[in-house]
């Protein structure tokens, strides 16, 4: 009898176990490790890292072939003499629609349920900064109806309509994170891999990517002067408070700067240094800062050359190696792997050019975790110069003003990123005696300049300080017809230096310069309401009044 009891008793205690779940207990069709409800703070870290990693300077991402259309990068490819094709940067406008811009719209909505509202603040002012990027490269891109699960094939919306409503998704954006009312039960932190879920930060990034905007749509009748007094006004990013993100330094799982791992963990390079860059630094440009070396060139590019040369080089001024522009020449497909100049420690955490001869470089001569950067303090500073220089806005400082600082600005991020990184190998940059030299020259010949070549040089230095952030580059170049770029149809371009070798000029560039990219000819394909492909020469984006 006790023992007949004891089953009834653990027979009822299985039965009331049952009966008392919630009633999904046997549903072997719902897995634990994949709740219905993503777990946003495991969305956020993967959506950002896709955002620096396509916009970065790695082999054929969409800084590297911007990089060769406003001459910071020479290449073999077929971007090379202004060619770009259709297929060049497919993967990206696919990758960017199927992965961060599907997520943060999942994060938008997700958070949006559970009233997360700092994700959904941060989500919506990292989608309007890829929105207003995609539209700078490709001007009317699909938009309005995208993750739309009932639509297959989304109009192409204008890229000003796009524009003006990034302004309303930004500020909407400032709202969510300023929501007072949201239970926030998880709130960002380390899963943030921009500001570390500092809220003012991020504040203070979404005000200064609506002063980018205004800026780059200022020659149009969205340019609002009220609205940019406003923002000169309030709270923008400061020194130290850069919109960018650090890359890792670990191979496996691949986390690097993708333009470190591509150039200095594999079998052959593919970034070429542009000679009109290195020129311009090395003050060998005849039409500015002519006789004025910038001190940035060791952190900027790292020389593999000391002595001698596996092949005859088409370019090479000292140590420096690289290929034209738009070359046909003999020495043009050299193998160099030992012998080029590489990208260095600023853009991608390379090398920092000591002056000593390591042989070829690889991983082991980087860390390789250097920012992707988004908009910078010093972006921000020769905005407002570019304001001041050329609409008169001057809440903050004269062009001149703002023109020095944003220099100053430049100098010290290279600082911000030796400590970011933990890059011991690089000596601290700013404050040497180097630096004010150049400082105080640069200043003398501004002084000594036109207006219009003032404003030239205001956008040359912000040029240079983009070096492996070249998406801006592409879009100020269209917009304000500077930095001037290389010229193949002029005896080659290159004011001094020229090929020790037997490399020729580049021939002559027929193609023309693309105004925007060409659309995917997959999206013409599978799309039912794409358009017809574009004219790339004079299909501009529509603050491209020039």
């Known amino acids: 009898m006790r023992n007949m009891k004891y089953k009834i008793l653990v027979l009822l205690t299985v039965i009331g176990l049952l009966t008392s779940c919630t009633g999904d207990w046997l549903d072997i069709n719902k897995n634990p490790n994949q709740p219905d409800v993503p777990y946003i703070n495991l969305l956020l870290p993967g959506i950002q890292y896709d955002i620096a990693d396509y916009l970065s300077a790695g082999y054929m991402n969409l800084g590297y072939i911007t990089g060769v259309y406003t001459h910071q990068i020479s290449t073999r490819e077929g971007i090379d003499q202004y060619g770009i094709a259709a297929d060049d940067a497919e993967g990206y406008w696919e990758l960017f629609y199927s992965r961060p811009l599907t997520d943060l719209d999942l994060l938008i909505e997700v958070g949006t349920e559970n009233d997360y509202m700092q994700y959904v603040g941060i989500a919506k002012i990292l989608k309007a900064y890829v929105y207003s990027q995609l539209v700078d490269i490709w001007g009317d891109i699909p938009y309005t109806e995208v993750n739309d699960p009932v639509i297959i094939s989304p109009v192409f919306d204008n890229d000003e309509v796009i524009y003006a409503e990034l302004f309303t998704m930004i500020d909407e954006g400032i709202a969510d994170l300023q929501n007072t009312t949201s239970v926030n039960e ?235 990184t933990g890059e011991a190998s690089a000596p601290k940059f700013s404050g040497l005696a180097t630096d004010e030299t150049y400082i105080t020259d640069i200043m003398t010949e501004y002084d000594a300049a036109t207006a219009e070549e003032q404003f030239e040089m205001i956008m040359t230095q912000k040029w240079i300080q983009s070096w492996g952030a070249c998406v801006d580059s592409y879009t100020d170049y269209r917009r304000t017809g500077y930095p001037v770029l290389f010229d193949a149809n002029s005896n080659g371009g290159i004011q001094s230096g020229g090929p020790d070798g037997s490399g020729p000029v580049p021939t002559q560039c027929t193609r023309g310069y693309a105004v925007s990219f060409p659309w995917p000819n997959s999206e013409l394909d599978l799309n039912a309401n794409a358009p017809e492909q574009k004219v790339i020469t004079t299909a501009n984006v529509f603050w491209d009044i020039n």
């Open 186 to 420: 998880f709130v960002p932190g380390a899963d943030d891999m921009i500001y570390g879920g500092d809220i003012d930060l991020w504040l203070k990034a979404a005000n200064t990517l609506k002063l980018k905007l205004y800026n780059q749509v200022r020659e149009t009748s969205m340019f609002n002067a009220v609205a940019v007094n406003t923002l000169l006004a309030g709270d923008l990013i400061e020194s130290g408070e850069d919109f960018m993100m650090y890359f890792g330094t670990t191979s496996n799982p691949e986390n690097r700067n993708p333009g470190f791992a591509d150039e200095y963990s594999g079998a052959q390079i593919s970034t070429y240094i542009s000679p009109w860059f290195f020129e311009i630094l090395n003050g060998e440009n005849s039409n500015i800062y002519t006789g004025i070396t910038d001190p940035r060139i060791p952190y900027y590019f790292c020389n593999q050359h000391r002595a001698t040369t596996e092949n005859p080089p088409e370019y090479m001024n000292g140590d420096f190696v690289s290929l034209y522009f738009g070359s046909t020449g003999t020495n043009r497909d050299h193998a160099g792997r030992s012998t080029f100049t590489m990208i260095g420690f600023y853009p991608v955490g390379g090398k920092y050019d000591d002056g000593i001869a390591d042989g070829q470089l690889g991983a082991e001569h980087g860390l390789g975790n250097a920012p992707m950067r988004f908009i910078t303090y010093a972006d921000r500073l020769f905005i407002e110069a570019e304001l001041a220089s050329q609409e008169g806005i001057t809440v903050n400082g004269t062009a001149r003003v703002l023109f020095e600082d944003g220099v100053r600005a430049s100098f010290d991020l290279v600082d911000i990123i030796i400590d970011g």
